[in-house]
């Protein structure tokens, strides 16, 4: 019997068990680790709650988990509750598949400034993660600047310039819902170093600016290319400049018909966060593009007043004592997945934070077939390994408040239960609130 440990429930973490399950069969059993009672990582915490069909792939994680040979062991902090260790005494592959949690530092001065966020934090507050609910933004300003130019940059702009009625059918938080529906922002500023050709945003998720019911992007002319060099781009990236040229050709009369506005500044790259205690703008340097298409910076500067400002320019793993950490990149250290014997990684935490939810299937499936081969190979010292067995036997002796995924079942009919109408569910959003719904 092969007993493989998997650190972290995200699609990285289900994909791998897809593959061991695969690989061995009946010969396997693997058991899931996550740090909240609740499984799937960023499709929970992450995904924008209004993108709900993106949300439904963990319907197809259930296949895996529900499976008698997989089990989730939610609540448990790998590297608090129990080492990396202690779990390569017990399993025969230990693999990280923990993400990258941490915001990426923008490394300018003011970030520590009141109403600065990462967008970990700031997605976590609206998606309702445990660590982030409590974040309070104050949206009572006029003007919001979101600094990045990919997805997670579009995610936060759209949040923050939707309707109640749009957020109709999403799980956005109770608590988030409402502080929007207060908000005051009337102009939302996405910025961006490079130009319209360098965004990493894509056209769907651009197009829907274009549709808001109360909000209208603005796209100066005179930032884009000149239309012929759109041809030189892979089409994905074309439709999405195709769609910045057609926010540049809307009207002034029919963007002034709507109260919100979502500006993209090309070519700006925050130069300092101002303010005293609180936010109260953004200074910015002008930058050109060299043929290579890196930016520098013109030494032409202007400052933005706003009184929130949110960073979505990547993100890091967290390290785990004992576990090589590449600072630069802000993952595990490792060779295709191979990190020290015994010990591998996946997902984000293996390649940083890169690609979509799919990407992280063939990921999953390469670290089983290193595994499969170091088992084989001998290249692993092998004595017998206890696995769950002797995880229960520490889980019990430390009093680890574990939770399964028939616990997690019931929270999520905990959490259905207790929705908006037209919503999938009604989050919990304290670790507490989880462990209670499970019931005894
Ligand atoms: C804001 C945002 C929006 C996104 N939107 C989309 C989208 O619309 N479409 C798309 O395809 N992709 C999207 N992505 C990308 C997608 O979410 C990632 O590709 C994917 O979630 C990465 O999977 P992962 O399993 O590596 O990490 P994660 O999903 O982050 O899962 C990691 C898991 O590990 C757990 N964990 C961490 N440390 C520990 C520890 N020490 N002990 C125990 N457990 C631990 C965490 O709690 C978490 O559950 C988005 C990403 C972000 C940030």
């Keep these: 019997m092969r007993h493989i440990a998997i650190i972290g429930s995200g699609p990285a973490g289900y994909y791998t068990a897809e593959a061991a399950q695969k690989q061995w069969g009946d010969g396997v059993r693997v058991d899931i680790f996550d740090l909240l009672p609740v499984p799937y990582g960023l499709i929970r915490t992450g995904v924008a709650p209004d993108h709900q069909s993106i949300k439904g792939v963990a319907k197809r994680y259930e296949g895996t988990a529900l499976s008698e040979n997989v089990r989730f062991v939610g609540n448990v902090t790998i590297g608090e509750d129990v080492s990396i260790a202690e779990l390569q005494g017990l399993y025969d592959a230990v693999v990280l598949a923990t993400g990258a949690p941490n915001d990426k530092p923008a ?85 961006g170093r490079r130009g319209p050709h360098q965004i990493a945003m894509t056209p769907k998720e651009l197009g829907e600016l274009g549709h808001l019911t109360r909000a209208c992007p603005r796209v100066d002319p005179a930032d884009l290319p000149a239309e012929e060099e759109d041809l030189f781009l892979e089409p994905g990236q074309r439709k999405s400049v195709t769609h910045l040229r057609s926010f540049a050709a809307i009207p002034e ?22 303010g005293d205690g609180t936010v109260s703008g953004i200074e910015i340097e002008r930058t050109a593009l060299d043929s290579e298409g890196r930016a520098s910076g013109t030494g032409e500067t202007y400052t933005i007043p706003c009184s929130l400002v949110v960073t979505a320019i990547g993100y890091k793993t967290s390290p785990i004592p004992g576990v090589p950490f590449e600072e630069g990149a802000g993952r595990f250290a490792n060779d295709e997945g191979r990190i020290l014997p015994g010990l591998y990684c996946v997902g984000w935490a293996r390649r940083g934070p890169s690609g979509t939810i799919g990407t992280n299937r063939p990921d999953g499936f390469g670290v089983i077939e290193k595994i499969a081969e170091d088992l084989d190979s001998g290249a692993l010292y092998h004595e017998v390994k206890q696995g769950r067995r002797g995880f229960d036997a520490l889980a019990a002796e430390r009093k680890l408040e574990v939770v399964t995924f028939r616990d997690w079942k019931k929270i999520e009919a905990e959490e259905e239960a207790r929705a908006r109408t037209g ?7 304290a670790v507490e609130d989880m462990i209670k719904a499970r019931g005894e």
């Design 423 to 429: 919503a999938p569910r009604e989050k919990f959003v």
């Design 107 to 191: 490394g300018i001065p003011g970030e520590g400034l009141e109403n600065v966020f990462g967008s970990a934090a700031f997605v976590g507050w609206y998606n309702g993660h445990p660590q982030f609910a409590k974040l309070s933004p104050d949206l009572s300003g006029r003007h919001a600047v979101v600094i990045g130019n990919g997805n997670v940059a579009l995610d936060v702009a759209r949040i923050l310039s939707k309707t109640a009625d749009e957020f109709h059918g999403s799980d956005i938080v109770a608590h988030a819902l409402h502080a929007l529906q207060k908000s005051h922002i009337e102009q939302i500023t996405i910025l």
């Design 253 to 274: 009369e029919f963007r002034c018909d709507k109260p919100v506005e979502i500006e993209f500044d090309f070519f700006a790259s925050p130069r300092a966060i101002l």
